[in-house]
């Protein structure tokens, strides 16, 4: 498996090189500059600190030698200096990443403690009434837009009750109860949203895994149903499952930025946000790279997953 996880990373080289040229490419053809809106907040709109700005900020400089720059930047662990207040981006995404990473972690783990047992029941419980509703439910998670669902959360408490969210961040250490109250309503939203097309996939495995031979051999030998369905079954039908987990973190990113914006969390999604409005191509740049090489990992990590859940699969 180390030989096969090694391989996988060098295959990796030639995909995140084509990441990097297409963000830098894609970034530069975004409507608008940062020039013309640096040089309307001075007041000093004029052909001459227009060509000072764009000489000073870079972007005058060819687009292949940016590309490359940019490709040696990433290497060092330096993906560049924000255009607005100077900061490193490194330093900008790392502060931000831990709120994103905080309320990822949360939502991944409401899908799966919701969506897997849920997912086992319906299964079990084929056909019943049990089932009817559960994949109901189901349906409606999939069709519920996720800012639907952050909005009516913060809106209808307050209309109601006259309870509103705290909508000034903390971190975990700072304020423990502060920042759970903030940051559980956003992961729960996620996580909820999530766990329906999880749930509706780990049904459709369990449901096929229970009709194999062996579930059948373990049946006649006398096992319980609740031993025959756990130690047996699960394994075997989670691994489309934990495909589709891999899957959903790119939609869990791009929810996000809603998320975030909507329970004013600092967070990746929110930064990508306010950079796309700044044009700070640096800050853009820096997040996209840093949620691709995320997903490339994580799907890695999945792949590996797949040994330990069945080991008939073989790495070679």
């Keep these: 498996m180390a030989r096969y996880a090694a391989r996988r990373l060098i295959g990796m080289i030639p995909t995140v090189l084509v990441l990097l040229f297409m ?15 640096l040089l309307e907040d001075g007041g000093t709109n004029t052909p001459e600190a227009r060509a000072e700005f764009t000489h000073a900020l870079g972007l005058d400089i060819p687009l292949p030698i940016q ?3 940019y490709v040696l930047g990433v290497v060092q662990g330096d993906l560049g200096v924000s255009l607005w207040d100077k900061r490193s981006v490194t330093e900008i995404i790392a502060g931000r990443a831990q709120v994103t990473a905080q309320v990822a972690a949360i939502a991944i783990a409401v899908s799966v403690l919701v969506s897997i047992p849920l997912g086992v029941v319906s299964a ?3 056909n019943s009434l049990l089932d009817y509703f559960l994949r109901s439910m189901s349906i409606l998670g999939i069709s519920l837009p996720s800012f639907v669902v952050a909005t009516s959360i913060v809106i209808l408490p307050a209309l109601w009750f006259k309870v509103s969210l705290p ?4 971190s975990f250490l700072e304020d423990p109860v502060q920042n759970l109250q903030i940051v559980l309503p956003a992961a729960g939203v996620l996580g909820v949203l999530l766990s329906a097309s999880i749930a509706r996939m780990m049904r459709t495995t369990m449901l ?18 609740f031993t025959v369905v756990l130690r047996h079954g ?11 987990l891999g899957l959903q973190l790119t939609a869990l990113i791009g929810g996000s930025v809603i998320t975030e914006s909507i329970f004013a969390l600092p967070g990746l999604g929110r930064l990508l946000l306010d950079s796309l409005v700044k044009r700070d191509y640096p800050i853009v740049q820096g997040v996209v790279v840093s949620v ?3 997903i490339m990992f994580t799907n890695l990590a999945v792949d590996l997953t797949y040994g330990y859940l069945d080991p008939r699969i073989r790495y070679s």
């Design 167 to 170: 909508f000034q961040y903390k």
């Design 292 to 294: 691709g090489l995320l």
């Design 124 to 126: 079990v419980r084929r």
């Design 67 to 69: 590309y490359g720059r």
């Design 23 to 37: 963000v830098v490419l894609m970034v530069r053809m975004l409507p608008g500059n940062i020039v013309d809106i």
């Design 234 to 244: 699960l394994k075997n039908a989670l691994i489309p499952v934990v495909t589709l």
């Design 208 to 225: 096929d895994v229970l009709q194999q031979d062996y579930i059948r051999t373990a049946r006649a030998k006398g096992l319980s149903g």
